[in-house]
């Protein structure tokens, strides 16, 4: 082969030849290129885990990192919460407000109460009212002043006014005569003109007593029953704890001097246009003029006849068991009879037997075995009505059995055979008696059969 004519060899090679990265270069970084199948025991790639370690630990870091500030955030709200007002310290620490240096001054003194002297009871004076029997303690620093003029049209007997020296706190006690002995609910409704069902009952002085509080909220009354008075004590109402509790202690110091008597209720009678003794309600159930006394003109009044059961308008001896005006009541079982105005109706068993008017008024027959055996009326009504006979006055019932009645005339009493007879006059809810002379008629026609 000729010199100068290059190899074909050799300049394949020579033209050919490659160039490689030293070794030391491609362990640095391996290349994650598809590469062939690595021989059996070769290593895998260490930066692959390296990157997954520092994915990890930033997680971590950046959960911690949330929950930190969670924690904060909540501690912030609760700090708030306990110190409504950002500008003032929590209680109990020493950081100023407004970050200011801490001031070396001592707390405040809580401010004085300005009825601090008024709470002081056990030097509390005494208002004792002998004359109409009663008592109670208010402040010693409050002053009482007592207006003792009547004022009829009220039955009001007197006023006392208990007071502050600005008079701002204050208390009435205003006393009523209970004239009619009328049932405390019912004298209020009657005379305060008060609605029963804006009154709250409870108890005071061992006394029934009732509350009522004006619809504005300003005051409160309460009414107390005590024999022959009622008593009002006025308070204006207040928000001031203090107040209240000087008020609550004046209603728990009111007292009876004695206790009350309370006597039996004074029936006011109907009302009378001649005056002959029948009321006009009487007039028109038995057909009188209730504009002349004596109707039928014979000398005796309406009243007389009526209850000596002889007939009101009918001249001569007609009984006025005779005339359609009344009827006729039978007890077989006590064995006894009565007559009463027709025109009313009958209620009950013979136990217990109602003749009652239209309005209410009612008259009842009561029989009630003598179980403690009395010897006589006067022996029962002390052990079952009261001990207390003065007034008492005596009848007799049926021409020859003696009987007892009371003062005001409303009850009668007598023991035949092995029982006990209550005639009793109910004016119901009326204020006054309009039935008092057929009260009288029905006690003189009252016969025991057996008699």
Known sequence: MDKLTPNSSQTDQTENSVHTMPQKFLTMRPSFKSSPKKK?????????????????????AVGALMVFGAWMFLKTVDSDNSNPNPNLPVAGSNVPANNEEPAN?????????????????????????????????YPREWTSSE?????????????????DNQAVEYLKITIFENTYRDDLENWIVDNQQIDSID??????AGSQSLKYEDPAGLSYNLYISGGEYIYSLYFKKETDQSINSVYGQIIQSFDFIEDPVELPPVIGKGEDTDSDGLTDAEEALFGTDKAIP??????????????????????????????SLVSTYVSSKYNYNLIYPSSWTTKGSDDSIFFQDPGGEFIQILVLPNSEAHANITSWYKSNISINTEGLSTLKISDN???????????????FGDNVYSLIYNIGQSNQANFMTTFEMIIKSFKLMTS
């Open 199 to 204: 009154l709250e009952s409870f108890t005071l």
């Open 147 to 163: 207006d003792v003029s009547k004022d009829p049209k009220t039955n009001q007997v007197s006023k006392t006014t208990i007071s």
């Open 401 to 415: 059995i003696n009987a007892i009645r009371t003062s005001d005339g409303t009850m009668a009493y007598f023991i």
């Open 40 to 60: 059996s025991g070769s290593k895998k790639p260490m930066g692959f885990k390296k990157n997954l370690v520092i994915g990890i630990v930033i997680t971590l």
């Open 294 to 323: 004596d109707t039928d003109g014979d000398s005796y009044t309406d009243s007389e006849e009526v209850k000596n059961l002889y007939h009101p308008t009918a001249e001569g001896s007609t009984r006025i068991y005779e005339s």
């Open 105 to 137: 001054e001592l707390p405040a003194e809580p401010k004085d109460d300005p009825y601090k002297e008024w709470l002081d009871f056990d030097v509390w004076d005494t208002h004792q009212f002998t004359e109409y029997n009663y008592s109670l303690k």
